[in-house]
Nanobody, 119 residues
Framework: QVQLVESGGGLVQPGGSLRLSCAAS????????MGWFRQAPGKEREFVAR????????IYPGSAKGRFTISRDNAKNTVYLQMNNLKPEDTAVYYC????????????WGQGTQVTVSS
């Protein structure tokens, strides 16, 4: 099993930046990829970014590419999401997730951290 704990969320003004962290524990050696998702009230969960644990290959949707950057520190079992030039529409609960299989669904989820972008 893998446990994930997010941190780093908070209130930020439009145009500001935040860096989210997700610390993994447990059977971290089984992780193939990790991802960030977000969900705003009344909206479906939205994919933000993902990264393979060993190779560091990243994928972003068009809504995040250019402003968000995912990275990982394997020694610390931690994945990060650097968010720059934040906009009010970025307001959501951000979740990290881990997948054990390259072609499977995400198997583990964190509790989420709130990001609020408002003036």
């Amino acid at each position: 099993q893998v446990q994930l704990v997010e941190s780093g969320g908070g209130l930020v003004q439009p145009g500001g930046s935040l860096r989210l962290s997700c610390a993994a524990s447990g059977r971290t050696g089984s992780i193939y990829r990790m991802g960030w998702f977000r969900q705003a009230p009344g909206k479906e969960r939205e994919f933000v970014a993902r990264i393979t644990w060993s190779g560091g290959v990243t994928i972003y949707p068009g809504s995040a590419k250019g402003r968000f950057t995912i990275s990982r520190d394997n020694a610390k079992n931690t994945v990060y999401l650097q968010m720059n030039n934040l906009k009010p529409e970025d307001t959501a609960v951000y979740y990290c997730a881990a997948a054990e299989l390259s072609s499977g669904e995400y198997d583990y989820w964190g509790q989420g951290t709130q990001v609020t972008v408002s003036s």
